[in-house]
């Protein structure tokens, strides 16, 4: 695939702030809103009979052990009532991936380094703390900095966004 030039569009030629698309004039917004609608990211709760299959599609065989305590460490850290239990791993569409934990009631997460204390439910705890460990092992390999962005990305779907941007903030 080619570099596009200045005015160019993948889909079509730019006239004068509107793109001339297959006989149809369309503005910029109504085709970013398309984007939008188009790549959004959805998060799919693995089977009980998959959970197997799971680690070894995102994390290094040598790195799952230590990949997943380190979640589960996060957790503690950023929630002192957390004291471990069954987690539940979800695929997102766009590859990435995040674990939370299956408790029914909202977890308090406090995380002194940006001054964030409030609630959320235990599937966007799972993803601030997935986050936050997908973050320290990415130094260790570009792959897990790959699978941040990819969550990073999933958070604009989720319905407490707001809280999970303000927590790894």
């Not at 005015?7 to 503005?27: A, D, I, N, V, W």
């Not at 693995?46 to 599609?57: I, N």
């Not at 699978?147 to 319905?159: A, F, N, R, V």
Request: hydrophobic residues 40%; glycine residues 8%.
């Amino acid at each position: 695939r080619g570099l596009l030039s200045l005015g160019e569009s993948p889909r079509g030629e730019l006239h004068k702030g509107r793109f001339q698309l297959q006989g149809k004039t369309r503005s910029p917004k109504e085709d970013i809103m398309e984007n939008l609608e188009l790549e959004t990211i959805t998060a799919t709760k693995v089977a009980d009979e998959e959970r197997l299959d799971f680690w070894p599609r995102h994390v290094e065989m040598a790195k799952i052990l230590a990949f997943e305590w380190s979640v589960f460490n996060w957790m503690g850290t950023l929630c002192s009532e957390y004291k471990g239990g069954f987690w539940d791993f979800y695929d997102l569409s766009n590859g990435g991936f995040y674990i939370a934990p299956d408790l029914k009631h909202p977890m308090r997460l406090m995380w002194p380094g940006n001054y964030f204390d409030g609630e959320m439910s235990p599937d966007a705890a799972g993803i601030v703390a997935t986050l936050f460990t997908l973050n320290s092992f990415a130094e260790r390999s570009p792959v897990f900095g790959e699978k941040y962005m990819k969550l990073y990305d999933y958070i604009e779907s989720h319905p407490e966004a707001q809280a999970i941007y303000a927590a790894i903030d």
